[in-house]
């Protein structure tokens, strides 16, 4: 068999489960009727934004030239690291050039046995945790203890069961669950985590300049035991700024000395080339501005509740969601891509969510709501639902795959 029919064999075989995915094309001018996108607070195409990172593209060049340990260290990116530490409240920060790496190769430096005398770390992690964190274990070689979704009772019993035990401990979980829309409850979880001196690792991916004190996500609230956890190098914040904060790139935010132990051993560091100037100029100028932005954080989350209201009275089902995420739940793969269809022939787009990414009859139409969703486009939105859930015709699954 040749690679192509094998890929060929092995595509036709998603199709079948309404499991195959493909690239649209995605109009910049139909960005108003978009509930797809990650871009929670408009930053990408904020024109202070874009002209920052046009500057410093233009002083330092359009790339960085190489990995950071060797051509690649531009003082912009020590000035930046040092400014997402303040935002952060940390006492520093990495920047990597995705999240994905800074998960998968981030996470996977803090489990590695010989950093703790070869003893391997026990990984407490949520259920639902993004693909990024589950490869990082991966990669590390380590076995997870997975807890149920945001369930720290569950937790606590896992934890309990091996008190006794000398292995680091390290939970694994994110503040803001892309695909649920729900919230952690991060200061419980900080109490939890210092009774059994275990190291907190937080995903703030959709929680970054939409959440938390001025918007600079959850781990960065204050309370005795995410402050003692601090002290002791066990309270580790990834973030990235390919969501709300309109650009690309990631960071870790940690202690001093932990940051320069993943500048040595974190491979999607070490092995890859420093992101564009470009994303630096523009990053650190949306770091400037969301600050002041707490009224359209608050408008955005009013809009959501509203939306989850309005779905409700339909009889939608949006799950755990009280965040700017609201989740159209649907069970079969099948449905979601027939509702996801069925919105975009009405111009609006949104996401079809599909088992790996969600556990099974979970598959969902995933809606994100953005500053720049005002009640003509959320009005559509519900106005095409409604139209589907009173059509039961179109919940059958004679769908397009593309
Ligand atoms: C929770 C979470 N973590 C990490 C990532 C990866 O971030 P990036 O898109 O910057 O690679 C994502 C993106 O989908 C995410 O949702």
């Not at 994905?100 to 992690?125: C, M």
């Not at 993004?130 to 991966?138: E, P």
């Not at 956890?229 to 914040?237: D, F, N, R």
């Not at 709300?244 to 890859?272: D, P, Q």
Request: hydrophobic letters at 45%.
């Amino acid at each position: 068999m040749t690679l192509n029919d094998a890929a060929a064999a092995r595509l036709d075989d998603l199709q079948h489960q309404h499991l195959k995915r493909a690239l649209l094309p995605c109009p910049v001018s139909g960005r108003a009727f978009d509930f797809s996108s990650n871009d929670y607070l408009c930053l990408s195409t904020h024109p202070e934004v874009v002209d920052a990172g046009m500057a410093m593209a233009r002083r330092y060049g359009a790339g960085a030239t190489g990995s950071r340990l060797l051509s690649g260290n531009l003082d912009c990116f020590e000035q930046l690291e040092a400014q997402i530490a303040r935002f952060k409240q940390a006492e520093a920060a990495l920047l990597y050039a995705t999240g994905y790496q800074a998960n998968s190769s981030g996470l996977a430096a803090l489990l590695d046995k010989t950093l703790w005398a070869g003893q391997e770390p026990l990984v407490f992690s949520d259920r639902l945790n993004h693909a990024s964190l589950h490869h990082a274990c991966q990669l590390a070689g380590v076995k997870q203890l997975r807890f149920r979704h945001n369930d720290f009772e569950h937790l606590t019993e896992l934890l309990n069961k091996h008190r006794g035990s000398e292995q680091p401990k390290i939970i694994v979980t994110e503040t803001v669950f892309g695909m649920e829309g729900d919230l952690l409850l991060v200061e419980e979880l900080a109490e939890l985590a210092l009774g059994h001196r275990a190291v907190v690792y937080l995903d703030e991916a959709h929680a970054t300049g939409v959440w938390g004190p001025e918007g600079r996500g959850l781990g960065a609230l204050q309370t005795p035991a995410i402050e003692a956890l601090k002290a002791m190098g066990h309270w580790v914040v990834m973030g990235t700024f390919s969501k709300g904060v309109g650009v690309s790139g990631a960071y870790i935010a940690c202690s001093a000395v932990l940051k320069h132990y993943l500048l040595n051993r974190s491979t999607g560091f070490v092995y890859s080339t420093a992101p564009s100037p470009f994303v630096v100029g523009a990053i650190g100028k949306a770091l400037e501005l969301i600050p002041a932005l707490e009224p359209d954080r608050q408008t955005l989350q009013t809009n959501a509740q509203a939306l989850r209201d309005m779905l409700h009275a339909m009889g939608f089902n949006t799950g755990l969601s009280n965040t700017h995420i609201v989740p159209v739940l649907v069970g079969q793969a099948s449905h979601a891509l027939a509702l996801k269809d069925h919105l975009l022939q009405l111009g609006i787009r949104a996401s079809a969510i599909r088992p790996p990414t969600v556990p099974p009859h979970t598959a969902r139409v995933r809606l994100a709501l953005n500053t720049g969703h005002h009640g003509l486009h959320v009005h559509a939105l519900v106005e095409a639902l409604r139209h589907w859930s009173t059509h039961p015709s179109a919940h059958s699954s004679d769908v397009n795959l593309g």
